[in-house]
């Protein structure tokens, strides 16, 4: 078989059943495979970038590795983002570029550029093909390297004229790469002095990240909880590892996080990071902290390098939880549970101030919230929104709440819901994104209606990049260049595309459009109005 048709039948070999992608020349050959093999399906998107997103949203929710594949030049550097998203947030994709022919490398010829040197910082591993027999084992090695230990995103860029190529197929069975050998159970003594620790603490505290989530240990993560009788809170990752009124989730720490959850890491006399980078925007001057702090992941690159550590515990989160909770430690912690609860309850009581002819987003993402089911994909973007819905979006047992918190990405929301859809088109889903990142995904609208998804989108209107106007307001002399001027007309758009539309402007309207949305059959577009000087604190 050609190089291309060894490509996807190796996909197919690592249970591919979808991918994402953007047709050029160069990776024409793979697309003419893929149309004549069955088993993959394949999402067209409208930009580049956005099939990494869709691929992330697809992987986080599916379990599985997210593929996306472009065509070289600017195909492949618009999928750059998506690529640093997906690195950052440590989503295990699988992305195939086209390349020019091999024999024209470095001749700077029409729609080159070396990718796999652009990605070189934020890529768990690239391969650049020179021989099609390569294929199958660097596929086989892509998706282990992945999916196993910290997730990533691994590229494969694969010239043109290697893909037509042809070869003697053979599929390898297992991987061997000598130096990567990810560590999955911790070390004993870890263990042992980690429950120890546990049962001299007094204000003890678990600090969960999204690397709770990627290593699919939620129950595991909350038993441990239950069993210790040590409460948690959670990183913007780590959103949904707890329900909103589980009594031991003391809500997200942080810049802009809940003040429980900040009063219990700040007084804890033992914080126990799992699965978080421990990053500025969640722990700042993470240097300073004198408390006891036991950091688990399974990078050992991460433990250390943005807070100081008494204990680092190298392991899969899963089952270094499984390590602990077999030697059963119990904190005496019953008081200090109490004085975060009562200060958690403080929080969950909170109602933010409502103004005339505006929406105030924090009232309608707990009004958004009790009303999803208990199962929906939340799938929120960067900004204002990501903040009021990050603090105030009731999540229940088993929403699953998706954002990018590394990179930050604007327009991550609708192609990672269209890929949570994918994977699983049963669940309710639901976006929440500003005015201004809307406008970066929403050529991606013709992408959901292409798919037939019915997924609803919030919308934060207030003509303005909200945070970045509300830092200016606060820090500088004044919000500059940050004004939406000549939005769209948001009906007339969303009529174009097949979409339905609302608009409300009082926080009183909020819950009976809100009914009307989710009842609706179809995509939905749903506006609430906003003073442009509302705050994340109002």
């Given at each position: 078989?050609?190089?291309?048709?060894?490509?996807?039948?190796?996909?197919k070999?690592?249970?591919?059943?979808?991918m994402?992608?953007?047709?050029?020349?160069?990776?024409?050959?793979?697309?003419?495979?893929?149309?004549?093999?069955?088993g993959?399906?394949?999402?067209?998107?409208?930009?580049?970038?956005?099939?990494?997103?869709?691929?992330?949203?697809?992987a986080?929710?599916?379990g599985k590795?997210?593929?996306?594949?472009?065509?070289?030049?600017?195909?492949?550097?618009?999928l750059?983002?998506?690529?640093?998203t997906?690195?950052?947030?440590?989503?295990?994709?699988?992305?195939i570029?086209?390349?020019?022919?091999s024999?024209?490398?470095?001749?700077?010829?029409?729609?080159?550029?070396?990718?796999?040197?652009?990605?070189e910082?934020?890529?768990?591993?690239?391969?650049?093909?020179?021989?099609?027999?390569?294929?199958?084992?660097v596929?086989?090695?892509?998706f282990?390297?992945a999916?196993?230990?910290?997730?990533?995103?691994?590229?494969?860029?694969?010239?043109k004229d290697?893909?037509?190529?042809?070869?003697?197929?053979?599929?390898?069975?297992?991987v061997?790469?000598?130096?990567?050998?990810?560590?999955?159970?911790?070390?004993e003594?870890?263990?042992?002095?980690?429950?120890?620790?546990?049962?001299?603490?007094?204000r003890?505290?678990?600090?969960?990240?999204?690397?709770?989530?990627?290593?699919d240990?939620?129950?595991?993560?909350?038993?441990?909880?239950?069993?210790?009788?040590?409460?948690?809170?959670?990183?913007?990752?780590?959103?949904?590892?707890?329900?909103?009124d589980?009594?031991?989730?003391m809500?997200m720490?942080?810049?802009?996080?809940?003040?429980?959850?900040?009063m219990?890491?700040?007084?804890?006399?033992?914080l126990?990071?799992?699965?978080?980078?421990?990053?500025?925007?969640?722990?700042?001057?993470?240097?300073?902290?004198?408390?006891?702090t036991?950091?688990?992941?399974?990078?050992?690159?991460?433990?250390?390098?943005?807070?100081?550590?008494?204990l680092?515990?190298?392991?899969d989160?899963?089952?270094?939880?499984?390590?602990?909770?077999?030697r059963?430690?119990k904190?005496?912690?019953?008081?200090?549970?109490?004085?975060?609860?009562?200060?958690?309850?403080?929080?969950?009581?909170?109602?933010?101030?409502?103004?005339?002819?505006?929406?105030?987003?924090?009232?309608a993402?707990?009004?958004?919230?009790?009303?999803l089911?208990?199962?929906?994909?939340?799938?929120?973007?960067?900004?204002?929104?990501?903040?009021?819905?990050?603090?105030?979006?009731?999540?229940?047992?088993?929403?699953?709440?998706l954002?990018?918190?590394?990179?930050?990405?604007?327009?991550?929301?609708?192609?990672?819901?269209?890929?949570?859809?994918?994977?699983?088109?049963?669940?309710q889903?639901?976006v929440?994104?500003?005015?201004?990142s809307?406008?970066?995904?929403?050529?991606?609208?013709?992408?959901l209606?292409?798919e037939?998804?019915?997924?609803?989108?919030?919308?934060?209107?207030?003509n303005?990049?909200?945070?970045?106007?509300?830092?200016?307001?606060?820090?500088?002399?004044?919000?500059?260049?940050?004004?939406?001027?000549?939005?769209?007309?948001?009906a007339?758009?969303?009529?174009?595309?097949?979409?339905?539309?609302?608009?409300?402007?009082?926080?009183?309207?909020?819950?009976?459009?809100i009914?009307?949305m989710?009842?609706?059959?179809?995509?939905?577009?749903?506006c609430?109005?906003t003073?442009?000087?509302?705050?994340?604190?109002d």
């Amino acid at each position: 078989m050609t190089g291309a048709q060894a490509l996807i039948q190796s996909l197919k070999n690592e249970n591919v059943t979808h991918m994402f992608g953007y047709a050029g020349a160069t990776i024409c050959p793979a697309y003419d495979a893929l149309k004549n093999t069955d088993g993959i399906g394949y999402t067209l998107v409208r930009v580049e970038q956005n099939a990494g997103h869709m691929a992330s949203g697809y992987a986080r929710v599916s379990g599985k590795v997210g593929v996306a594949m472009v065509t070289s030049g600017p195909g492949a550097t618009n999928l750059i983002t998506g690529i640093a998203t997906a690195y950052l947030d440590s989503i295990p994709l699988v992305c195939i570029t086209g390349q020019v022919p091999s024999n024209l490398l470095g001749h700077d010829i029409f729609q080159e550029v070396d990718i796999t040197g652009a990605v070189e910082p934020f890529i768990k591993h690239s391969y650049l093909l020179k021989d099609a027999r390569d294929i199958p084992r660097v596929v086989k090695e892509a998706f282990y390297i992945a999916s196993t230990g910290r997730p990533g995103p691994v590229l494969i860029d694969i010239p043109k004229d290697v893909q037509d190529a042809e070869i003697d197929y053979d599929y390898p069975e297992s991987v061997s790469i000598r130096g990567y050998r990810p560590q999955v159970q911790a070390d004993e003594e870890q263990i042992d002095m980690l429950c120890e620790a546990i049962t001299n603490a007094e204000r003890p505290l678990i600090l969960a990240g999204g690397g709770v989530m990627l290593a699919d240990a939620r129950k595991e993560l909350i038993a441990l909880s239950e069993a210790t009788g040590i409460p948690v809170a959670t990183t913007m990752m780590g959103l949904s590892i707890l329900p909103t009124d589980h009594p031991m989730n003391m809500g997200m720490v942080g810049v802009f996080g809940h003040k429980a959850a900040n009063m219990a890491m700040n007084m804890s006399d033992l914080l126990i990071l799992i699965g978080s980078r421990a990053a500025d925007r969640a722990i700042p001057n993470a240097g300073e902290r004198q408390a006891m702090t036991i950091h688990i992941d399974v990078d050992p690159a991460e433990i250390g390098k943005n807070i100081p550590n008494s204990l680092s515990v190298i392991g899969d989160v899963k089952a270094v939880i499984a390590q602990v909770s077999a030697r059963a430690p119990k904190a005496d912690s019953r008081i200090w549970v109490e004085e975060l609860r009562a200060r958690r309850k403080q929080d969950l009581s909170w109602k933010g101030k409502e103004r005339e002819g505006s929406v105030n987003p924090g009232n309608a993402m707990k009004i958004l919230g009790d009303k999803l089911d208990s199962d929906a994909f939340a799938c929120i973007d960067v900004g204002q929104n990501q903040i009021w819905a990050s603090k105030y979006l009731t999540l229940k047992e088993n929403t699953r709440f998706l954002t990018t918190g590394g990179l930050g990405t604007m327009g991550y929301s609708l192609p990672a819901a269209i890929g949570a859809k994918v994977a699983d088109p049963s669940k309710q889903t639901v976006v929440v994104c500003g005015d201004g990142s809307f406008q970066m995904f929403m050529n991606e609208l013709s992408s959901l209606r292409s798919e037939g998804f019915d997924v609803k989108i919030v919308m934060v209107e207030n003509n303005v990049l909200g945070l970045v106007h509300q830092i200016q307001r606060n820090a500088y002399s004044g919000p500059f260049g940050v004004d939406l001027t000549c939005p769209p007309d948001w009906a007339k758009l969303a009529d174009a595309y097949g979409v339905a539309f609302d608009r409300v402007s009082n926080d009183a309207d909020v819950p009976a459009a809100i009914d009307k949305m989710l009842a609706a059959k179809g995509p939905y577009l749903l506006c609430l109005k906003t003073d442009e000087q509302m705050t994340t604190n109002d």
